[in-house]
């Protein structure tokens, strides 16, 4: 204990001995002598990695002022968008916190709904990266690959559902950690509420209360947004498609917002020094430093400048760095780690380096080509392949002579996989499978559906992270406002 506290400043000692007493207020109301269960969601990024921090501290000085001590759970809730280094990142944390070899710690991973303990060397579960695959190229078909219902709707539903999980988990949590204060959590749960209001309700939620309703309410638009997304195919109602809301009746938030500020310029030396923690280049991409995944919302916009925009993909990047580094400044973040981005995307021939990276990335991730990626921007099988004949002139000329066949086949009732395939038509199947990477009943689906679904816009006028660029839409167009979103 006395090495971490060693790094920290005096008011974050301070705010670390108000936290535990609070606490143990806290439990007490919950009703729980001794012991009780408290649970941090860590993301392994640079602020959950404080904040797990700041609460190791408190569970030890907890233990040293009441002679008894709390679990401390903290819970991973793993995505394919995830690198390595991040696992790596919360390897060392545990390690230099102590945590592996303290029976009063609980370190779990979630992948999908199955809770294992934390292992740094896990494999990645197969059944996560094709969910995570289907919902990134539905999604990114219905919004012509808009960055953050792209990437990030499905996966901020995922990890709801991995709170739910992680607190109901064994003998149920009693205290969920948010670095978020009384007024963001109540615009935050009021903004759900809004959003539930436009889908369907369970019965039995309708005169719930509490964290649990909040999560049930998060459920109801799971399935409504999966629903519409993947159509009525087993891959819009699978269990991990919801949010999980089971959850103890009395399970509450505990904030450390009025104590402890956990932006990484001021715990800089715990970070880096006593956690060992590294900002590898593809897992600290802009406004992340747990994901790969903004590294890829950059890579399509220069993709869709090239090739939709029939510009440079240069300038197509270089819109969308702009960009998030505004959202950077926005978000206040150290002034060195701005300059590391800009540094990034600014040298001499970083663009062919780094489209390479993104692009094995995608590969080893999501089992993605860049083709699959620049259909995907052309969006050109919903609202009944309306997009179609740009995309295959641009992209599949040999096809273009097909057009009508290809319409055929999308209207025809659904494809069961190969062998409900007419034989005549299998060759014509492979080569739009082989084009977008998705299979012919996910097209068929996308075909039938519109663009721009209801929901995925009402999530996004809510949504901060967005903004306006200037660009323009051909070579030799004028120059443009556009609002674009990302991270």
Known sequence: MRQLLSFFSVEDRKAARASA???????????????????????????????????????????????????????????????????????????ALGMYQDPDCELLMID??????????????DAVVARNRADILMTGHRTAADARPTFCNACNLSMANAFGIAASHGAG???????????EQRAYTAWIHR???????????RNGHGFPAVLGALDDVAKAYFRDIHGDGERATEPEHGVASR?????????????????????WSLLTEHLGFVFDDLAFSFTESDCANPALMAHLRGLKAEHLFGRDYREGLREYVDFALRLME??????????VMADRYAAPGSHEVLREKVNSFARDAYGLQERHLVCMVHAPFAAGGKGLERCLRNQAPHLLPHQSAVHALLRAPAAGGDAGVPEGDRGLWRELEDLSGLAPGQLQTLYAADMLPSLVLSILAGDPHKGPIRTRHSSDGPEVTEIISGR
């Open 21 to 95: 007493d609070r606490l143990y207020a806290c439990l007490c109301e919950q009703g729980t002598k001794k012991g009780g269960i408290v649970l941090v969601a860590y993301g392994g990024g640079k602020d959950s990695s404080y904040t797990l921090a700041f609460m190791r501290a408190v569970q030890l000085l907890f233990k040293e002022m009441r002679g008894w001590p709390f679990s401390l759970r903290s819970a991973t809730n793993r995505h394919a968008g995830m690198p390595r280094a991040v696992m790596e990142n919360i390897h060392r944390a545990y390690l």
């Open 112 to 125: 999908g709904n199955a809770v294992r303990p934390f292992r740094v060397d896990a494999p990645q579960a």
């Open 173 to 183: 949590a009693d205290l969920i950690v948010t670095g978020d204060s009384a007024r």
């Open 195 to 205: 959003l539930s209001r436009q889908v369907p309700q369970r019965a039995e939620r």
């Open 247 to 267: 959850v103890p009746t009395g399970l509450r938030f505990f904030s450390i917002y009025g104590e402890t500020s956990y932006d990484a310029g001021s715990h």
């Open 330 to 339: 926005q978000k206040e973040f150290p002034q060195q780690l701005i300059d």
